[in-house]
Structure formats: C-alpha cells, structure tokens
C-alpha cells in the first residue's frame, strides 16, 4: 500500500524559506513520479512542481521558477520541496503525490494523473 507523509510546512514571514519534506513507503519508490501541489481557500489545486525518480526530469510551475527546488532522496524515499523568497501568495496546503508514470521516464504534471496522495502540510506566508 502506498503512503506519502508531508511534514516542514509552518509559517513564515515573506522572504523567508521552507523545506517541506515527504516520505514515501509501500513501493519501488525509484520507479516512479512524484510531484508537490498546493491548494488555497476558494481556489483549484495547481501543480507546483513535479520529478520523475526515473528519468530526473523536472517540472516547476511559472510562479514558483527560480524559488521552489523539488529534490529526490532515493536513499532516504523521501522527496523535499525547498522554497525560498516565500510570499503570500504561497500561502496553501501542501499536498505531495505520487503515480507509476507510462512509459516510466515520463513526467506527471497534471493532479488527475497521480492517484497516491498524502495528507497535506500547510504553509503560511505572513508580509
């Protein structure tokens, strides 16, 4: 059975850094994609950034570019979100997600493609 454990979120002031971690157990966690999203009140989940533990390949959303580093820990199964020069606007829940991705190096970038969520960290960004 696969599990996902978010843990890092808290609150922060603007311009200040997290790192949201989430441990994966219950499979082959190197054969698989991975991905961070978030979700603010009154607003639709979005993608903030997604791996594949295959290929290595890297999605990030435009808002998040140059801020947020998603990094993969084979070792440990645990993906992180780093988040730097946080602001407001990146107040949400958190949620990580993973999903067995067809043909295995292909990148996951939509929620409805990930079936295995966790329960969500919250982050919130004070200005």
């Known amino acids: 059975q696969v599990q996902l454990q978010e843990s890092g979120g808290g609150s922060v002031q603007a311009g200040g850094s997290l790192r949201l971690s989430c441990v994966a157990s219950?499979?082959?966690?190197?054969?698989?994609?991975m991905g961070w999203f978030r979700q603010a009140p009154g607003k639709e989940r979005e993608t903030v950034a997604a791996?594949?533990?295959?290929?290595?390949?890297?999605y990030y959303a435009d808002s998040v570019k140059g801020r947020f580093t998603i990094v993969q820990d084979n070792a440990k199964n645990t993906l992180y979100l780093q988040m730097n020069s946080l602001t407001p606007e990146d107040t949400a829940m958190y949620y990580c997600?993973?999903?067995?991705?067809?043909?295995?190096?292909?990148?996951?970038?939509?929620?409805?493609?990930?079936?295995?969520w966790g329960q969500g960290t919250q982050v919130t960004v004070s200005s």
């Open positions: 219950g499979y082959s966690y190197s054969n698989y994609s």
């Open positions: 997600a993973a999903a067995v991705p067809r043909p295995q190096w292909a990148l996951l970038v939509r929620s409805d493609q990930y079936p295995y």
């Open positions: 791996t594949n533990t295959y290929g290595g390949a890297k």
